[in-house]
Nanobody, 128 residues
Framework: VQLQASGGGLVQAGGSLNLSCAVS????????MAWFRQAPGKERDFVAA???????????TYADSVKGRFTISRDTEKNTVYLQMNSLKPEDTAVYYC???????????????????WGQGTEVTVSS
């Protein structure tokens, strides 16, 4: 499985960006997908994740810091997962990474170590 993240950039506070994570090698329907971010000098943190259980909507979960502002979604035809980021704040500045893995017993969606497949990261800078 290969992941290619894109869509980062420089935006003013209050603005929006839509990150993309293109999946190749496997259908994303078989995988839980997540976004993590790493700010300068800090550890990589969970942002959002989604998994599907035979339905079309899926189950999504978000970090408290982005709830109500970020939305994770997918396009099955394009085999791509998106992170729509609205009302951006300077503290959202980070390199954003997409990740994937097959759900399994005990899989929480939230932990970096649960994911074996990672994209290369896309940088988001929010100016005040």
């Amino acid at each position: 499985v290969q992941l290619q993240a894109s869509g980062g950039g420089l935006v003013q506070a209050g603005g929006s960006l839509n990150l993309s994570c293109a999946v190749s090698g496997r259908s994303l329907n078989a995988y839980a997908m997540a976004w993590f971010r790493q700010a300068p000098g800090k550890e990589r943190d969970f942002v959002a994740a989604i998994r599907w259980s035979g339905d079309t909507t899926g189950y999504a979960t978000y970090a408290d810091s982005v709830k109500g502002r970020f939305t994770i979604s997918r396009d099955t035809e394009k085999n791509t997962v998106y992170l729509q980021m609205n009302s951006l704040k300077p503290e959202d500045t980070a390199v954003y990474y997409c990740a994937a893995d097959r759900p399994r017993s005990g899989f929480t969606l939230l932990k970096e170590l649960e994911y074996d497949y990672w994209g290369q990261g896309t940088e988001v800078t929010v100016s005040s």
